[in-house]
């Protein structure tokens, strides 16, 4: 027996489930910047700001904005008061780049 479903009644499914988790199309990151503390929650696993700046921005200098990165100022800079990441280019970067950070670096 075959069981037949709307391609609308599967769209309504999932767009409500898209809403219910709390997801956001990556179109919608475009112009969003957020600090260090928000990218460590969400796209380092709770890791320590410190290990962040370790692990990521030292280890990969081609974050830093300054290199033509997504990452303005990743340690204390005169004039600017803290880190600001840009949320789109950082989530395409991290995706591109997970298999490459030492998820298990220790900080000494």
């Not at 479903?5 to 409500?16: L, T």
């Not at 949320?87 to 298990?104: F, G, P």
């Amino acid at each position: 027996m075959e069981l037949q479903i709307s391609d609308k009644f599967i769209e309504q499914a999932v767009e409500n489930k898209i809403k219910t988790l709390g997801l956001v199309p990556r179109e919608q990151l475009k112009g969003r910047t957020i600090g260090i503390d928000e990218f460590r929650k969400n796209y380092c696993g709770g890791k320590s700001k410190l290990w962040v700046r370790t692990f990521i921005f030292d280890e990969f200098p081609e974050t830093n904005f300054n290199e033509g990165g997504w990452c303005l100022a990743p340690h204390k800079e005169e004039g600017i008061r803290r880190t600001i990441i840009f949320e789109y280019e950082a989530s395409k970067w991290m995706e591109a780049h997970r298999q490459e950070i030492n998820w298990k670096g220790k900080l000494a």
